[in-house]
């Protein structure tokens, strides 16, 4: 049974991982304060911990396919209370919207009708439709894998516009202390691009060289590794 996997590391973490970082747990047992709300897509080839090397309790994840954050009051739900809730309650001082390379919803709002028996998922498309008319031309090749990456950061592009929408973002980045990012992650290169205002494109997130270790100081590296320990 395809579940068996999913048990198998169930018990391996409790075996092995939990009582490593029992001290961790016991602290998130009684609080969380997240640096970060990360909005992605649902997509299953995304995971916003391994790519961000962050531990439990740093990440308020908020996701959803096609990365979508409605324009507020238009559609009031589970995005727009993950968000009021992150951003009013929490006070997280970063939100991150990270669209990906090769997503379905993308290459759906591009193809609509093979959709189209999909109730759902029709009208969640119609939030990513500013993004296909603010490219697309009548010569556009929507087939041409360029355009769907150009879509996918457009896509980006107008969440961060929406979430401005929302009167819980609206306040705090009226006081200033809230910073709203764009990036895109490519799942086959591993790297990740970020929205430039300035430069109106997006650019490649430079990670910092990791220091030289003086001999004998090893690298604790992360908490916790996703691999078997
Ligand atoms: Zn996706």
């Known amino acids: 049974m395809p579940v068996d996997s999913i048990l ?28 970060a709300l990360f909005i992605t897509c649902a997509d299953s080839r995304i995971d916003p911990c391994l790519l961000t090397q962050t531990k439990p309790g740093e990440l ?4 959803v396919i096609g990365n979508i954050v409605p324009r507020y009051p238009e559609s009031i739900g589970g995005v727009s209370a993950t968000i009021e809730y992150a951003v009013g309650v929490l006070g997280v001082p970063d939100v991150i919207v990270c669209g990906h390379t090769d997503c379905g919803v993308m290459k759906g709002v591009l193809n609509p009708e093979a959709l189209k028996p999909l109730a759902n998922v029709s009208a969640w498309l119609e939030h990513a439709q500013p993004a296909r008319e603010a490219l697309a031309k009548p010569d556009s090749d929507l087939n041409n894998p360029e355009f ?30 809230l910073k709203l990012h764009g990036w895109v992650y490519h799942i086959g290169k591993g790297i990740v691009t970020t929205y430039s205002s300035r430069r109106e494109r997006f650019i490649r997130i430079r990670t910092i060289k990791p220091r030289k270790t003086k001999p004998g100081k090893r690298n604790p590296g992360p908490a916790i590794k996703r691999a078997k320990t």
């Open 148 to 177: 769907l990456l150009a879509l996918t950061e457009r896509n980006v592009v107008e969440q961060l516009k929406n979430l401005h929408t929302h009167p819980s973002v609206a306040a705090r980045l009226d006081q200033g202390n």
């Open 8 to 35: 198998r590391g169930l018990k391996r973490f409790q075996k092995r991982v939990f009582p490593k970082h029992r001290e961790l747990f016991h602290k998130l047992a009684l609080q969380q304060r997240p640096t």
């Open 60 to 63: 308020f994840l908020c996701r």
